[in-house]
């Protein structure tokens, strides 16, 4: 069992702190567009091996609740989140790339995925979410923008 983070691990950093997330769902044939409102916090759990999130928002009439961990699976060679809350639980495998000199952040599921890209100096995120429909076809689903209010504690 290793003693000290992966190096890998250091990339999680991007995501320590609380954020404010806003946006839309979008409309489709069986809703209406939703308002997104909510508060996610990134924080490093003992040993900086994973980050613990919680989130706590709305979206429309909805409130949403949960928490996950995310951290790196060096048997998969990857990020992997594992999150429960009010809309259900779901498991993600997370990358972390630079694209034109941005840091990307994707998460992927066997149901939803997101692409979130970082503002230059980290604060912002601006994201887009897709989900499967019933012919398994991706669809939009919601664009967000989270910006980051604070860190979580010292030495973040």
């Known amino acids: 069992m290793p003693e000290e983070p992966h190096p890998a691990h250091a ?36 040993g900086r091996f994973a980050l613990l999130y919680t989130v706590d928002g709305r979206v429309g009439e909805v409130h949403v609740e949960g928490a996950e961990i995310s951290g790196w699976d060096p048997a998969c060679d990857a990020y992997v989140t594992r999150y429960f809350g009010s809309d259900g639980p779901n498991a993600y495998e997370v990358s972390f790339v630079e694209v034109d000199g ?15 890209t970082f503002s230059d100096d980290g604060n912002t995120i ?30 973040d």
């Not at 601006?126 to 019933?134: K, M, Y």
Request: charged letters at 25%.
């Open 126 to 155: 601006t994201g887009h979410w897709e989900r499967l429909d019933d012919e398994k076809n991706w669809q939009p689903w919601m664009d967000v923008t989270l910006t980051r209010s604070g860190r979580s504690g010292p030495g």
């Open 11 to 46: 990339r999680l950093a991007a995501l320590v702190g609380r954020w404010r997330t806003a946006g839309w769902t979008n409309e489709t044939a069986e809703a209406p567009a939703a308002r997104i409102e909510a508060t996610d916090t990134y924080e490093w759990l003992p």
């Open 102 to 116: 941005a840091l990307v952040w994707t998460m992927h599921s066997a149901a939803d995925r997101f692409a979130g």
